[in-house]
């Protein structure tokens, strides 16, 4: 399954609403994950079940969507929230990931 | 507080080999599926190999089948990634990653260990 995310990079201000996309090529119900990840540092799990947040997760990041079409929205941006941002489907071997989509401050 | 430390990775030749480790700490081991995954310099996530708990479900991507060895030692908290026939396609951070339970998603990373291969 390919996993498509946009865009490739999204220009925010500061407490600005950020939404970003991810598309599979085949339906995948609701098995969609979201991660962080900050330069230099490990990803971090941000969703999963394509809308529950992971612990620890504010909650100005939420999940939606379901079959092909997903969205990961960061309601108001804080500085720590500009960094990448991966979908990755689980509900077919093999798992995938997108290509990211690089959250930078406008 | 879940701990997994990655440790093996090096420079080393196209056609070489190395053995990466995964040691955890804080969770009970046995009980988790686990994965690695890989990330090249300056690209995304790519997902390599899949084991679950008991070592009886493995699966690989098809750019390392035949070539990567993944395999776990419940006995010392451990996970292993056994990489022949190194490729400079290969370079590339690895990640031990712990499944969640019941779901295929990866709720714990470790800090990775790079991987390089060049002559």
């Known amino acids: 399954v390919v996993m498509t995310q946009s865009p490739a990079t999204l220009s925010v201000s500061p407490g600005q609403r950020a939404t970003l996309s991810c598309w599979a090529s085949q339906t995948i119900s609701s098995n969609l994950a979201w991660y962080q990840q900050k330069p230099g540092q490990t990803p971090r799990l941000l969703i999963y079940?394509?809308?529950t947040r992971a612990t620890g997760i504010p909650g100005r990041f939420s999940g939606s969507g379901s079959g092909t079409d997903f969205t990961l929205t960061i309601s108001s941006l804080q500085s720590e929230d500009f960094a990448v941002y991966y979908c990755q489907q689980y509900y077919y071997w093999p798992l995938t990931f997108g290509q990211g989509t690089k959250v930078e401050i406008k | 507080e879940v701990q997994l430390v990655e440790s093996g990775g090096d420079l080393v030749q196209p056609g070489g080999s190395l053995r990466l480790s995964c040691a955890a700490s804080?969770?009970?081991?046995?009980?988790?599926?686990m994965d690695w995954v890989r990330q090249a310099p300056g690209k995304g996530l790519e997902w390599v190999s899949h084991?679950?708990?008991?070592?009886?479900?493995?699966f690989y991507a098809d750019s390392v089948k035949g070539r990567f060895t993944i395999s776990r030692d419940n006995a010392r908290n451990s996970l292993y990634l056994q990489m022949d026939g190194l490729r400079a396609e290969d370079t590339a951070v690895y990640y031990c990653?712990?499944?969640?339970?019941?779901?295929?998603?990866?709720?714990?990373w470790g800090q990775g260990t790079l991987v390089s291969v060049s002559s």
């Open positions: 084991i679950d708990s008991l070592s009886n479900i493995i």
């Open positions: 079940g394509a809308s």
């Open positions: 990653a712990r499944v969640s339970l019941g779901e295929l998603h990866f709720d714990s």
């Open positions: 804080g969770f009970t081991f046995s009980t988790y599926n």
